[in-house]
């Protein structure tokens, strides 16, 4: 099936470290899907924080980037130096299917420390 | 400006009482709307979706339904709640396929 397999949190750092947290997809309904990285801050919504939809390109937003590696099925998200107000909660997904449908990863609980 | 609204914001409620979660679009017409769950520890993953006003497809039988009563309008209910639905609800809106979802603030339910 469709599924997105994320780094398993809490993934702890310290201030201006880097960061990456690994994505790995599966895609078998969906031809060409997009992929996507949304942030959850505490007692927020979900939002995007970025997007690619075509194999080999990067997507880069806030200081984060990630690149569309099609051979190897991946996403990770990557940040040179992180801040403390990066701490939240980062879905790697993939989609959308036939019926518009978002397949998320479990989510990565981002703790940065001053 | 803030297009999608949803309420409450947190419950916690008996096993076995009903629920009823609520979502509510603002100036997008004929959005599709869609239901998403996450239990402690577990995946994000879609419930409900419509296209349209009065139709809903089932995703993940869960006990549980959902309505579309108005074409703003997103109702997620059960008469009877079991332990296992205790998570985060997020209501989300897209203007169709390829278009980007916008996610509501969620609602965290704790079942008793």
């Known amino acids: 099936g469709d599924s997105v397999t994320q780094t398993e949190g809490p993934v702890t750092v310290s201030e201006s470290e880097s960061l990456i947290i690994n994505c790995t997809y599966s895609?078998?309904?969906?031809?060409?899907?997009?992929l996507f990285w949304y942030v959850r801050y505490p007692g927020e919504g979900l939002q995007l924080l970025l997007k690619v939809i075509t194999a080999g390109q990067k997507g880069s937003s806030r200081g984060f980037e990630a690149t569309y590696n099609k051979e190897t099925t991946s996403f990770h998200l990557q940040k040179a130096s992180v801040q403390e107000s990066d701490s939240a909660v980062y879905y790697c997904a993939l989609g959308p299917d036939s019926n518009n449908r978002i397949f998320f990863g479990d989510g990565t609980q981002l703790v940065v420390k001053p | 400006a803030q297009t999608i609204h949803q309420w409450p914001v947190a419950e916690i409620k008996a096993v076995g009482s009903p629920l009823s979660l609520g979502c509510t679009i603002k100036g997008k017409s004929s959005p599709n709307l869609y239901w998403y769950w996450q239990a402690t520890g577990g995946t994000l993953q879609q419930l409900f979706y419509s296209i349209t006003v009065g139709q809903v497809e089932s995703v993940v039988q869960l006990n549980l339904s959902a309505s579309r009563p108005k074409d703003d309008q997103f109702i997620l209910s059960t008469e009877k709640l079991l332990l296992s639905h205790s998570g985060f609800y997020l209501c989300a809106w897209s203007l169709g396929i390829n278009s980007d979802y916008t996610f509501g603030s969620g609602t965290r339910l704790l079942v008793i």
């Open positions: 895609a078998t309904s969906i031809a060409y899907p997009n």
